[in-house]
Structure formats: C-alpha cells, structure tokens
C-alpha cells in the first residue's frame, strides 16, 4: 500500500501525502492548552495535512499533483507518508491521526478530485487528514484522552495511532430494499416499543392511528411509509406541543401558537404583514416595492454532538429558510448559550463536550458558513449558564430580501419536481426525529449519524441560482429540504396535488442505501422546486455550477407516490399524511412562577461597594465584550451595514441594535434602512416565565429603537428553548412565557411573523434524572429605519452635551445581574409588565427622528450604572450622572422596561423635552475620562476597558458570599 | 470614444462581494457584468468584450488545498489565452481579498521583478524556501493570529504611477475580512524597490502599522496590504475597497467622514474611457 520510489511506469493504486511545515499552535486554543483542561500536559503538538489519493498514478503525476495542488512552492513541502517519521533528540514522540469518517462531506477531497482531473490525473478519489506529532511522555490513558477530548469527535471523525486508512467511501456495497414494517396486531406496548426501537419518536397513539389507517386501506407500511410519517409527525416538522390542547389549572388552552402567537398577529392586523406563520419564513413590507423576509431557527441537539458542524449547518438551514421565499438572505444573526468556561472537567457528565470545546466549535461554525456564503453577520449574544453545559442553545436567524409578489407558492398539476444540490448521503438521516428526543449520554453515539458538515459553497450556488431562476420566473413553488430531506421538502409541496417521485434519478453520494434513507435523508444544501419547464432552470443551474435533477412531478391526484426504479417505496394518501396526526393533548400545572414581592432589604441589605460591583458586572460572561468573536464574523459583505454590532469611536463599544441598508435596491430611497435588535431575560425567566417574555420582547425592541427603528412599524419573531413539555410544570412555565409574548406583543403592537420552538432540551444524565435547560426565549425584532442619517451615535460624542434619562430612574433587583454576581438568586420584584413602555418607545422615535439625538444607550442589564459605563467606554468620554438625591443599588443596577439614556445638545433641550415628555436631564457628558454617579460611584475609563474586555468574571468581593459568574442556579 | 467601459466579474463557485464590486465600478461609472465562470469557459462569455477585469473576494472553491489555489489553476489554465491577450491590450485588472489570492498564486502578481541586490529571503514563514530560480515570488499565508479576521483598516497608497492608485491622496479606509492575507515575499526589497506596493496598512494618522496589531491586522511583512506588477495595470490587494464608495457605509460617519475608497476603481474607469 506504501508508495516507494518506482521507476516510470509504476502505478500506485493509494497515496499517502504529508504536507507541511506543520503547524505549531501554541495560543490560548490551541491544542497543547485545551488538552492541559483534561490534564494532559504535551510539550508541543504539531499537525501535518495528510492527502490521500487513490489512482494509478506514475510517481512523475504524484510529483505534479503535489506541487500543482497540494503545496504553495514559496513556503511548503511534501513528502510520501512512509517517509514522513518524527525527528529524533526531541525525547519522545507521539504520532496519531485523525480524519473524516467516510461519508461525511469532504469538500475539500471533492475539490482536490475535479482539480486533478482538471489536470489530466486519473484520480478516482481522494481524502484529507491530520497527522498530529505528539512531544512529551504521555501515558497511553493520556494520548487516548488527548484523541477523544481535543484532537477528533467520534461523531464524524476517527483516529488511530501512526497511520489511519483513508476514508474513501465504500463503493461495494449492494442497497438494500423496502422492507414492509407489518403493524397489524401489534398492541399498544409493542407499538411503542417498535417506535422505539426504530427512533420514530412517535407516541402510541399515534402509532395506533397509523395502524389504523393502514388497517383500512388493507395493507401494511412500508419502512419508508413509516419513516416519513415519522418524520412528518415529529415536534421538529408539525410543532405538536404548539398546536396541542393544553389543560391547565385556569381551563383549556386550544393550542400555544394558535392562541398566543398567532393570536396577537392576527389581534394586531398589521397591514406591513404580508405573510406570517404560513411559510418558511414570516414576510412583511419593506418599502413600496421590497419586502423583507424574516427567520430564526435553532440547531440544538447537533451543536451538542459536534459543535463546529452543528452551527455550521445550523446557518446553512435558516439560509435555505429565507431562500425557501424566494428572498435573497442579506443579514444573518446568531444567539449562543454555553455552559460556564471554567466548569471543571470532573464535573462535566459522561458523553457531554465541555463547555469550551461547544464555544470555540460553535462559534468557528457560525463564522465559516456565513463568511463563506457571503451574508454579514450582523447582531447576536452570547449567554452562559449551568443548564446549558449539557444542552447548549445555538440559535441562527437569516434577514432576506424579495420585491413585492415575486415569491411564487403554487405548484401546478404537471409541474416537475426539481432538486437543486448536491448528492445524497447516509449523514443526516432522522435529524427530525433525533432533534425531538430528550439526549443521554449514548445520544452521541447513536444519533451520529444525524450529524453533518455543511457545505457553504454550495449553498451560496443555490442562493445564486435560486435568485436568478426568481426573476426570471422558472418556478411555480419552492422549499426547502430541511430535517427530513426529500420527504418533508416534497411532501409539504405535494399537499394539495400529490406528486410521483423516481429515487433511481436522485444523486448519491456511494450505493449502499435503502430508499428511504435516500428519501429521507437530510443532506444539507438542497432546494425542491416545481417547475413547468425544466430545460432552462437546468441550463441556469448548469453555468452556476450547480447540481439539478428532474426526480418526478406532480400529479393532482393526492397520493405521494415514491419509487425506487420498479420498487414502490411509498404510496401514501397526502390527507393522512400532513392531517391524520390526532392532536396532542397535554397537562399543565399550576404556574408556579414565583411573583410577588419579596423583601427587598434582603438584597439592598447587602453592602455592595458600586465600582467593585460594576466590574463584576461588566466582566460577567454575558455583559463583557464580544469582540473577539464578532471579529471573526464577516459584518462588512454586501456593502450595506451600516451599524455594526462593535461600534464606536474605537470600534469596541456595544451596539444596541444593528443597522443595514438592504443592497439590491437600487432605485429605492438609500436613505431607508433595516434595524434588528435581540432580546433575551433569562435571569428573570427563573423567576417569573411570564415577566421574562415582557422583558425579552421589550429589550429587543428597545435595541432596534436605538438603531433608529419605527416601534409602530416592527415585526417580531420567537425562538423557545424548553424542555420536556410532558412535565407539568416545565409546560406550565411554557404556557406562562407564551402568555406574555402575547400580551406584550399586543400592549406594543409588534406582530411576530415567525418562530422556532425547540423542545425536549434536557439531558438524561446516568442516574435517569432528567436536567431540562432553564426556560429560553430569544425576541428578535426588525424595523424599519426611515432615515438612517438620523440614527444616534454609538458612544458618547461631545463634552458639554446633556444626559437625559427616559423612564423610570430606578429598577427592581429580582432575576437581575447584580443579584447573580452577588450570590445570586435572593428574590426580591422582577420588573414586571410596564404598559407605558410602549409610549416610552415612542417619545424615543419621535426625539430621534427629528434628529435631537446625538448619541443613546437602553439601560438593560446591569441598569443605569452599566449602561453609562459602555456608553462611556463606546465613545471614549466621561459622564456625570445625578438620579436621586441618594443612589442605592435600585437606582444604580435596577432592570425595567423601556428605559433610555440619551445625549442631547444643550440648544436642543426645549425640543426634546417636547419630543420626550417623559425624559428628563440627569448629566452631562465630561471633559475628564470618569464615570460618576452621584457621590456612589466613580470609575475610570480604563478600569471600566479593562472588565469589559476581562476573559475572567471579576468577583465582587465586598459583596459578602460572591460566586464566580454562572452561579446560583436554583 | 464615449462609451461607458465595462468590467467584467467573474463568480467562481464561492466567490461573493461580488456584488458590491459591481456597486463601487457602477459608482465610478463603470457598467458591471457579474459572470458565472462556467459562463466565460463555455465562450457563453467573454473577456474581450469587456475594458476591465474584477476578480472579487469570497472563497472561490471554498478555499479547498489554500485560498485562491484553485481559481489560479483556472486562471493559468483555460483561461490563460484571454488573460494574455487582456494583458496585451492593457486592460486594468483589480483583485481583491480572493481576487488577490489568486492572482498571487498564479503567478500574475508580483509578476517580473528585478531582485533586489540583497537577493531572496531566507527567513519565510516555516523557515523555508522553494522559489523557481531566481524569479521574485509571493504568497498570501494565515494571518499571525492564527484566524478569520473582520475589521476597519487604513491604508497609505503607493505606485504613484499605477492607473489605479495614481493621485489617491491620504489613507484610504476600508475593511479587511480573511483569513490568509499575510503577505510574504521571497525579495520584498525588490518589490518595494520597484514602487509596486500599492497600499501598506497605517494608523489613523497615516503613520505605518510598523507590523503592529491591529493597524496590521495579519502580520504581512512590512505592512503590504496590495501589490501591483511591474505594468501597474494588474492590483491585487486583500481589503475591501469596494466596501467604502459611500459615506454610509463608514463606521465613523457621525465623528469624522474621510477615506473613501471610491476613486480607486474611477482611476480604473477613467483609464480605459479615455481610449
């Protein structure tokens, strides 16, 4: 197998191809540092790029392909592996590879196949890994750890010492037929038992349904029958706990979506609204001739098992959502929530990455696909907390833009089923089902196969391709193939007419698989379309580069029919299918949110030194500076951003919301733009799920004010992470939040057009004690920026300039930031629903948009004295603030709704206290580099640089019984 | 002649900012023809129809076996005989982040130098050396921190006597976003003896980064952002002028307008309408 040093004419069937000069990463990521985490000291660790080729090559075209493809001749080398050992005197070396399990998507092996031949090289396949030299005595236990926990994931990856085998995949093996799945018979038990052992993931009642329905066409299903009902059925597809009629304490709830969501959008009216709820992704109005397309989306579970390709394909599948209406994505956002970074390695459960290892993936994730694809990534947050450590939240949102009416949704009778992308692969099969189950400890290894690598590149092709076929009208309808591949993607388009389909025509990657898993199988990167003439969208597909496949059409008969070549894989009637589901009907507890007030005085009791505590919560992991990650983001592509989310004089400062200029509009008003700002309340959701929706919904509309947002002309979307809702009370917690997503949604007349709701975001740890995640909600709201010149500054600008505060100058401590750097969890009011905040918001617009606002900061949290410190920070200036004669942590560090800071000229004072009766001057913005409030607290600007940019919580000693950052879980 | 030129831009698959490349000429008075590249193989498309060449950023080929590797495969390959012959009818040619990647790897950029008498440098990244003869040659590697980066740089213009960069005053301002834009060269005197640096990266002030993060965000030696060949015409650089042809589109717009980049593709434009 080893390629020695032939004379011409020698083929070599397996190549094996070292590349270097490795790479020494020594810095705080790099693998000696993460390895120290699980007590593994390596002196040095050194990777190699390994190419492996398989072909009858001669040695003349392996040196050709080496120094054509493999190496840059200014600065790299290449050897054959056989002759690649470690240099001796070095003490002693370890030599351990990893690579790709077969299957999983390779680009760049792909790349290095077309290349080659491009050259005129017969190569049949080819493949990349890593060859890492391991200095220093490690005991074998530690070179096994050093594997496992740093240098490869055993869900899409292997390893071995020395020398691993390509990973070229298996082209022998034979595929397997449909199989029937007889059910007849079966009661109740060995029908549950039959969905558990295939992972359908469906309850017995509705395995008795289908039983039934099977019964009465006098037939069995087929595996592939079940598998898409599965699929079709599960949480992730149907949304059925959304839709479920909930009994509760208070009476019956006849669906959460229903009642709350949707029931406030229909409550508002909004006429902006073109589309809400119905469609991949909610729509509403731009300007007279654009609209804007509006979708986020969580991607939980796969970020649990492997970080970087969870995120990564997290993107890619809110991408694909957006172009699913025919919009061209324009921004993206992203809200991450890890367990604490400092969680010791003894303490983390079998089968669960550290916390570390899920941020550094996911957040490398998140920047690939969006970079590579070419969409800015423009707003986002980062939140940690116990509960996520074993179910971390990665929560990916996607703006697009579409004119007005160009996003066609009826396929016709005769129109062809059309699939745009790539080949077809055992990877990803069952994602849906997999995302709607509880995780354990052995999810990882049974659910790898539901776990992929996207593949940017070819996404951005559909984007272009996609965009194209719109406006040149080629399409009747189309969709994406999210969780469920092929079968949710073509059996939501075949609804209404029914539609054939042929899998014999459907690309694959290697032969081996069963049709279903062809039909079912997830493969990131591809679009279903209906098309009447398919000649020239295969032309259009063609020059983009683009794969294209004709695989059946729809028939208007209202059967879904798939068949493998002369094997009938399913043949299904479309009513049963997406309406046979009977409803869920679940149980709610009591609410036990627990509101009320509490004795303040046990909080305020506590002597909290101001400054020492403003570090603590500027340092806290969930205030301090992003910059780091953002800088890894592409927020500059597309030419259109505007406020970006570091802003500032020294670009280091936080925005509140961010700002685009939608590009693509040429012709419309350049001065209009698109404002989206995030809101999020867990601390408060501990307490009260009811108040944290208000404070979410609230927060997120006063980041997207600040950025010069209209609040009567906003559009909402929802993200939940729960978790099992068949506990009564985790449900009840969900009911609560729902209702205030309503209430709040109505109070402000903000529509939400879309969301996501994850459930089931617990772990089963070994002991069968179910760890749910605490209660998220993730609020984005987007608005329309009628004139982006008016937009405030981020930071403060001029000494001499006014402070002016809108809203209440003090703030309540429950579920605040103060109380979790202090101990955390005291009780004490939350801030509850504020009904004037809505006209707060509007006093905010109505001062910006006549152009009186020279810079703003919301307070949020942390309050008053965090806000005026990155506001301070942002524009590298001093401020002194005076609210009360006597400032006690409520007026320094209290949390509400709709509260501002602003910076006014002193010439303009009349006009904004006429703008913004409610506001009213507090400060002025100095010529020192001081934060001061009152006589309590005064804090550099250095010091408040340095604990904003602190990787480490500062500990707020003077606070009595302090815990790091994290702490104080109930 | 009055004819509004045309630039050509071609979208390998992975590229993007092509868009806004199509923008910054549009603004500079250019008419933009956004090609995929399939297009220009298949003579569907061609670049002699056009006056200007733009090879935009992204990730061609998802930067598979290095960034701008494959697309200079193409560009030194099928599409070597249209280049040569733009080449000869001295067409401006601008690459930009991948656009320079590629040019760099295909051997257009630096393009014939002189070397220096001090001659090739010993002291590359990986402490290696390969060049062809004694032929100057460069690279684009990592950046020196190790990662993608995204922010707002500035930028001193040199060759004063390139069409693109002739007459720009003053730093420009513009982002960068990669990941392998340190430059590297094996006579970096030889270049710079020739006046083929086009942009160093520099502080605010227009002071040189002098090598300093982040003023120089990627560790290129001497501060190279952007290089041109020994002609002028050909100008590959790895921030984004595209992205700063507008006001908005500055970061420091409510403190203090300045450095757009906008002149830079009308030196470009107005080269070729002057024909």
């Known amino acids: 197998m080893l390629v020695g040093v032939g004379t011409a004419g020698d083929a070599a069937r397996e190549i094996a191809i070292v590349v270097g000069p490795g790479r020494f990463d020594s810095g705080p990521d790099g693998p000696a540092q993460k390895a120290k985490l699980f007590g593994v000291r390596a002196d040095q660790i050194v990777e190699y790029r390994v190419f492996h080729v398989r072909g009858d090559l001669d040695p003349e075209q392996v040196e050709l392909l080496a120094s054509e493809l493999l190496v840059d001749p200014v600065r790299q080398w290449w050897m054959h592996r056989s002759e690649h050992t470690p240099p001796s005197g070095h003490g002693r070396v370890t030599v351990i590879e990893t690579g790709l399990r077969p299957g999983v998507t390779d680009r760049e092996g792909a790349e290095l196949v077309r290349a080659a031949r491009e050259l005129g090289l017969p190569v049949e396949a080819a493949a990349v890994a890593s060859r890492w030299l391991i200095y220093g005595f490690l005991s074998d236990r530690h070179i096994q750890l050093l594997a496992d926990r740093v240098l490869h994931n055993s869900v899409i990856e292997r390893w071995a010492l020395d020398e691993l085998p390509p990973a070229h995949a298996d082209l022998s093996a034979t595929p397997t037929a449909t199989a029937i799945i007889p059910l007849s018979g079966l009661d109740h038990h060995d029908l549950e038992e039959l969905s558990r052992s295939r992972r359908l993931g469906l309850t017995a009642e509705e395995m008795v349904a289908i039983q039934k329905h099977f019964a009465s066409e006098g037939r069995e299903p087929t595996d592939g029958e079940l598998e898409t009902l599965a699929q079709t059925w599960s949480e992730h597809c149907s949304h059925k706990t959304f839709r479920a009629v909930i ?55 796969p970020s649990a098992l492997e970080p970087f390709g969870g995120a990564n394909t997290g993107v890619g599948g809110v991408v694909r959502d957006i172009l699913g209406v025919s919009a061209k994505p324009i921004a993206l956002t992203d809200v991450l929530c890890f367990g604490p970074e400092d969680l010791r390695v003894a303490e983390l459960p079998p089968g669960v990455l550290h916390p570390r290892r899920i941020r550094s993936g996911v957040i490398a994730g998140i920047g690939d696909y969006g970079n590579k694809i070419g969409v800015p990534n423009l707003a986002g947050a980062i939140f940690h907390d116990p509960s996520y450590t074993t179910t971390p939240l990665v929560f990916a949102g996607c703006v697009g833009l579409l004119p007005r009416g160009s996003h066609p949704t009826e396929p016709a009778a005769g129109d062809f089923v059309i699939m745009l992308g790539g080949a077809v692969g055992r990877d990803g099969v069952g994602g849906a089902t997999f995302s709607s189950q509880s995780m354990g400890a052995e999810t990882a290894e049974i659910a790898g196969s539901s776990v992929q690598i996207g593949d940017p590149v070819v996404e951005k092709g559909l984007i272009d391709v996609v965009i194209a076929a719109r406006e040149a009208g080629l399409y009747s309808a189309i969709t994406d193939c999210g969780a469920g591949g092929l079968s949710s993607a073509v059996g939501e388009m075949a609804e209404a007419l029914g539609a054939e389909v042929d899998l014999a025509k459907v690309p694959r990657k290697y032969p081996g698989l069963a049709p279903w898993e062809v039909w079912l199988s997830e493969a990131q990167e591809r679009m279903v379309l209906a098309v009447p003439d398919p000649v020239p969208l295969l032309a259009l597909a063609e020059a983009w580069q683009v794969d294209a496949t004709v695989i059946g059409w729809f028939t208007g008969e209202g059967r879904l029919v798939v068949n493998d070549g002369d ?136 980041n997207a004010v600040v950025a010069g947002a209209d609040p009567d002309r906003l559009s909402l979307l929802d993200n939940f992470a729960w978790g099992n809702p068949n506990d009564p009370r985790t449900l009840a917690r969900l009911v609560a939040a729902c209702r205030g997503c309503h209430d709040a949604a109505v109070t402000y007349r903000a529509p939400f057009v879309s969301g996501k709701d994850s459930l089931f975001n617990e772990f089963v740890g070994p002991d069968g004690v179910p760890d749910p995640v605490t209660p998220t909600l993730i609020i984005t709201a987007a608005g329309i920026v009628s004139d982006i010149g008016s937009i405030p500054a981020v930071g ?53 948009a006549a152009g009186l606002v020279v810079s703003a900061h919301d307070i949020s949290e942390g309050g008053l004295a965090a806000a005026a410190a990155e506001w ?74 340095q604990a904003f940019r602190s990787t480490k919580p500062i500990v707020a000693t003077e606070a009595g019984p302090a815990t790091a950052a994290g702490g104080g879980r109930r | 002649m009055t004819l509004v030129p045309s630039v050509l831009i071609p979208i390998a698959p992975g590229t993007n900012r092509n868009d806004e490349l199509a923008m910054a000429f549009r603004a500079a008075g250019a008419e933009a023809h956004q090609v995929p590249l399939q297009a220009l193989r298949s003579g569907e498309a061609k670049l002699a129809d056009h006056q200007l060449l733009g090879l935009p950023g992204g990730f061609s080929y998802g930067d598979a076996l290095g960034a701008g590797r494959l697309l200079a495969l193409d560009l030194g390959g099928w599409f070597a005989e249209s280049l040569a012959e733009a080449t000869a009818r001295e067409m401006p040619i601008i690459g930009i982040c991948n656009g320079f990647q590629a040019l760099v790897k295909a051997g257009l950029l630096p393009g014939r130098v002189e070397p220096s008498e001090r001659g090739q440098d010993p002291r590359l990244p990986g402490g290696l050396t390969r060049t062809a003869g004694d032929q100057v040659v460069a690279t684009l590697v990592e950046n020196a921190n190790g990662h993608f ?43 710079e003896a020739a006046d083929q640096v086009a942009f160093r990266y520099c502080t605010a002030d227009g002071t040189p980064a002098g090598g300093r993060y982040p003023a120089n965000p990627n560790g290129s030696d001497s501060d190279v952002a952007g290089i041109v060949d020994e002609t002028g015409l050909v100008l590959g650089l790895m921030p984004h002028p595209e992205d700063h042809v507008f006001d908005r589109q500055d970061p420091q717009w409510r403190r203090e307008l300045g450095g757009t980049c906008l002149t830079l593709f009308e030196n470009g434009v107005r080269a070729v309408a002057g024909d």
């Open chain 1, 872 to 945: 301070a920070h942002a524009g590298r200036r001093g401020v002194a603030i005076t609210t009360a004669e006597r400032h006690s942590p409520y007026e320094l560090f209290g949390e509400g709704l709709g509260r501002y800071l602003i910076e006014v000229r002193p010439d303009n004072a009349d006009d904004l206290a006429e703008a913004a009766p409610s506001a009213r001057r507090v400060g002025w913005v100095t010529e020192d580099d001081r934060v001061r409030i009152g006589t309590e607290l005064d804090i550099s600007l250095e010091e408040v640089g």
């Open chain 1, 796 to 848: 403060l600008m001029a000494p001499g300039n006014d402070i002016w505060l809108l809203g209440p100058h003090t703030g309540t401590l429950g579920g605040s930031h103060l109380d979790e750097v202090t101990g955390g969890d005291r009780g004490g009011h939350v801030p509850g629903p504020d009904p004037d905040a809505v006209l707060r918001h509007r006093e905010m617009h109505r001062a910006i």
């Open chain 2, 149 to 191: 980066e995204c922010r707002w740089v500035d930028l001193l213009p040199g060759s004063a006597d390139s069409v693109w960069t002739r007459g720009l005053s003053g730093p420009l301002r513009c982002p960068v976003a990669h990941g392998e834009g340190r430059f590297v060269s094996s006579d970096l005197a030889a270049i």
């Open chain 1, 567 to 702: 094997d009938v894989v399913i043949d299904l009637d479309t009513s049963f299918l997406h309406h046979g589901r009977p409803r869920l009907h679940l149980q709610a507890a009591a609410d036990d949110t627990r509101r009320g007030p509490r004795s303040p005085e046990e909080l305020v009791g506590t002597t909290i030194e101001p400054v020492a505590a403003l570090k603590a919560l500027l340092s806290h992991p969930s205030l301090r500076s992003n910059e780091s990650v953002i800088r890894t983001y592409d927020h500059e592509v597309l030419g259109g951003t505007v406020i970006r989310p570091y802003d500032g004089v020294e670009m280091d400062g936080p925005a509140d919301g961010t700002v685009v200029v939608p590009p693509g509009t040429d012709g419309s008003d350049p001065t209009r733009g698109l404002a989206i700002g995030i809101g999020a309340a867990m601390l408060i959701g501990r307490h009260d799920c009811e108040a944290m929706a208000w404070a979410a919904v609230d927060e997120a509309i006063r």
């Open chain 1, 247 to 301: 009994s509760t304490p208070d009476g019956e709830i006849d669906g959460l979506l229903d009642t709350y969501l949707r029931g406030a959008t229909d409550a508002i009216n909004a006429p902006w609204v073109e589309s809400a709820f119905v469609d991949n992704a909610g729509i509403v109005n731009f300007d007279n001739r654009f609209d804007i397309a509006l979708k986020a989306e969580t991607h939980n579970h």
